[in-house]
């Protein structure tokens, strides 16, 4: 029998087996888009997914299938759609693939669910996904659905990212390509890091306002990473992963009674 | 430098490298889906996927990162979606999906593009959001993109079938979950195959029509396994893999000019 | 009182009272497109409506109208979009069709539905409409519905294909504005048929793959006629309407206890 | 060579021909809708296709198939969607199909268009269809098409009305199933008229706004007939039918530089 | 404590017992849209809000926030899209407004709806959207509602529009920015009313049908006023204002039982 | 001549000569949301109007009619949709009246346009419209539209902030309903607040994820106020007001090169 937390790896046998015995299931929302020239375009791919598997082998759940394109970059995040190498779906389509696919686990018999969104700009789409699908559920008359919906950088402690950055936190919105998701991969994928290339022309400059089209002068560094990347370990990784999959896990067993 | 034929592993500047010297890239479109209980659910994601990545390395292309869920399964060519471990999409979602990273690929550059199917529900949707896609394009003034679009199961030469199917090919209609499925993924994945739970239920015996509610007498196996995958190797596998292989390279040779 | 097998023939009162009696309703899907130069657009919607008619006759049902305009034709399967006189709705414009007649049918009280398709690339999409249909339905709390969904051309014995083919059936795939519509058309609408321009650049030799923009040397006989139209007689349509009716009408008294 | 006037009873080279010599095309847009019980539930598609194709014959024009399901009847104008026999389409698929099928007699090379609506209903979702379809046809870069849309009842001359309504016409709006509905059918389907089954239940007395859910002294006549059907006949129906032909002959003319 | 007919100015517990107290809601739909040289682009937002109000502090109801964007102006009856200062949405995207507002405020508790119409294209997407509510409402088993859609302009009486138009009432059709509309506005918004630039290059001599693109001999007034704004009045509009108010209170007490 | 900065108080030869001009044109968008007991449902469209119209002042521009209805509240950001009083759209349905606004603005020869955006959820359905907007618009040809998209909150100086918290500020999220909003409101329409009822149970406690359905203990505080209102005034809100109108005016200068 085939061992994995990986839904998509059992068999159908396996899979009705594990669903009928409450086990969660954690759903990774991911995206394609540059992350500077040090990091691969998967990242947003590897990280949701990596955590997934972390906390399903802590909590006996399962992970689907990563959804591995995401909803559209902007400028302000991630660089925006013009950056070589990003490959984004319409919000609206986006929404439509979230609500498509938790659907099919409510009705597959899934009744604890935990959305992990690792792209930024999937946050409010996804939301969109989720209350489309439950609208639908609960006119299926099905009451007895759990889900949690999170960004799985929310959950480091404050005390991780002031040993992170002893020189004060800059705030998660510059964070792309940066110290966290730097370390993260060298944690997940490290060969696919190269360290060498992580850029200094950072942290990004913005004005508080989106413009289109976007000017040379919008205070985004060439390079697409929006803060600093150098510094970042595998070491570091480890404490903020440590963080995201023992208090997802904590919250999982609070919220779902486990 | 990465050296990978997966787009997803690349940083931003290696893709735009890529795609500027004319890489042909290859999108594989897989399902979550019941194949039998000796296969996981992810049998239309790695073959597709596989398959790309082997023909990528031999016409020096890319592979972009694999549409995860696929179009709606039917009872008779696939089991359909009653069975547990299906998690499809409607096809408007998996038709604005293929639209939209079609488009986005073709933005970012892509000229030369193979649309490669692994579920066979996805073959329409498919063709749909690809000339979605085309419509949008061509009002943006580009008219240099070449596109291929196949199931990598049509590349299978007579005589291969011939050689797997000494008593005579079945036909590709129920060869789901059967022997090609089953070889294949002995090649890929051996160790997510269970050949000792290969069932002998079959061959499905449909009536020529589609019923809902799908009956119990519908001549369905309740194994979900269409047709018969004893006797499935991994040696037949590669025969197969060679033929999808060297016909895809050639053809799209041929088609792109290299 | 009109006596009529065709529903919209009928005054409100006489649907309704019939409806009421328990009859089946069969919905033909058609299409306008080009069928080579010896027939005429509207092949896929006389062909439909024909067995719709005769079967109606057959087992007291009633016929909705035809939907006229199919979902795109595809280069392999009908000549393609670009050939004069092919007028096609888009998928998810398809769908909805689908989806509101269906729906519609079912709110107005029929309980026995066949959609009979014919024209090859409604199949998908005609599965979607009927999918999103029954979705709704079955929210509406209506249990006792039964939906059959078919090809037509799928009810040919293979006696009778033999004995149309001596030299063995080339396949369902090329039919298209070939043997078996033509000698359909000689039956239903004879007058539309000039056997006289029947084509002999065919039969059509495709590679295995999709390709846009379409080139010159795609194997498309530019007749648009697939295979081979020659030798099309009422006699052998009759040969195949005999077993449409038949069997169609046998599967209908069989899934409808009737 | 086939004579028709009906495009799909032409081949495609023919069809090809007459839209390069510049013919005109008429695209008939129709309903299924419960029409009284002296009528059947097509008079909404037999009256603007008789229409169409008698003009047609006039100024050298041809009739694209008749769209046979419109959108939804309302209780003050048809009755509603409760009437037992009628068939509707959402507003909004109503429109995807006339934008679809608009959009591909242009692409066909369609320079002159005209949209001939026969059910009331009918008339804003086709006006969004024809918009929807006239957005994109600018984006691709048609510039010398040139599209009428009309109802065809507003083409009577104030002294047909006023010979078959000696004491004054009561106004179109309460005209559904009743004399010149009833009258033209008389003139082309005059086999599916029973005229002993005309109702006297009318005239219609709504109060001056929609109420949902329709109440039972909604003012609405238990047979479906807005106003009364009587003294309906085939003579009146060719006055009308002169009408029409001749002035939107005329104005087709006008509007076309024919 | 806010007293207002304002559902908008309230807090929400404020709103709250008004709703559990039974207070019907009025849902204003407005548009911005050309009204000639004299009046502003907000006459169908001012106009139905002003009714609403009115009537909502005769009957205790309170008036939803106007939708400030109507559904495409078309020429005949608002002088068309091309006029400049026309802002308008796409019939679907109304629809859904609609359908989305209507379908919350039931959520809210909502059981008495009054959608009041002050645009005339507005009429047949509004229709639509409530349609679409009241389905989705339909399957969350709520029973109780009761809802009216109306044109406030239908409540004007036969004596009063005798009395504005002693030569006769030329029709509702041509009153775009016309004496009602204008009369109305020298109630409501007297200081955006510019009398002296009231046009007299109508009325609107339209033929019986649409022309796109619009010819400049369409019959359409420069101006953009269909029919004539002099002799435009207060005291008129009052006339109009008194009969709105009463007899959409009447009709609302009469089908709310209250 | 009517002098307003309200587009939709113009005329449309007044505002076709303000556009030729080059003026500006702010969109404003709203929502009708719960803001605590205190507050009407309306804060969120007060408030971007308020600005809009004072920066419109400033900089010679024009404010287009507010839309009223907004995204979908969510719990952790404005109490959610569960909340009494609060009345929104879908993230589809709300980014289509996005897109259709601006098209039309954009048709209409506006050139200059900045996105106002009042309420939370609003941003990425927002930055959604606007992208299909512009999608349009560049295959329209135009190229010299420049358009800006901000939340009016984001333009308070740091230093503003420390002055209206001495004791630091809590940060963006929690403002809903409470200082910020409290005092704006007292500012624009201070015959709307209650300050007697502004509650003293928050702040609201927030895990750091969205759970459904939303659990009695979730933190949200029941009145709906984020935050703290306490110690609100109007000369607070003067602070902030100043703000945004100098440095939006600043902003759109350098921008739009006026």
Chains 1, 2, 3, 4, 5, 6 share one sequence.
């Not at 994928?189 to 190269?194: A, D, Q």
């Not at 990347?229 to 779902?256: C, H, N, P, Q």
């Amino acid at each position: 029998m085939v061992d994995s937390v990986r839904l998509d790896e059992l068999s159908w046998p396996e899979f009705a087996a594990k669903i009928a015995a409450g086990a969660p299931v954690l759903l990774p929302l991911g995206s394609t888009e540059q992350h500077g020239p040090h990091l691969p375009l998967n990242v947003d791919v590897v990280l949701p997914t990596g955590v997934c598997e972390r906390v399903a082998r802590e909590v006996g759940g399962l992970v689907a299938p990563t959804v591995n394109y995401g909803c559209k970059s902007m400028p302000r995040s991630g660089g925006g759609e013009v950056f070589p190498g990003t490959l984004s779906l319409d919000a609206h389509t986006f929404s439509l693939v979230v609500r498509d696919v938790i659907r099919n686990l409510v009705r597959q018999g899934v009744r604890r669910l935990v959305v992990v969104n690792g792209h930024y700009e999937n946050c409010w789409p996804s939301v969109e996904g989720l209350d489309l699908a439950l609208r639908e559920i609960r006119r299926e008359g099905i009451t007895d659905l759990v889900v949690m919906r999170l960004e799985y950088w929310d959950f480091a402690q404050r005390a991780t990212l002031d040993r992170l950055f002893p020189e004060g936190f800059p705030g998660i919105d510059l964070e792309h390509a940066s110290l966290l998701e730097t370390s993260l991969m060298l944690v997940l994928r490290p060969e696919l890091v190269e360290m060498d290339k992580a850029p200094t022309d950072g942290p990004a400059k913005f004005p508080p306002y989106d413009r289109f089209p976007v000017p040379d002068d919008f205070g985004l560094p060439p390079s697409g990473v929006l803060a600093v990347a150098t510094g970042s370990t595998a070491e570091k990784g480890e404490w903020l992963m440590e963080d995201y999959v023992t208090r997802i896990s904590a919250a999982m067993r609070r919220e779902f009674g486990m």
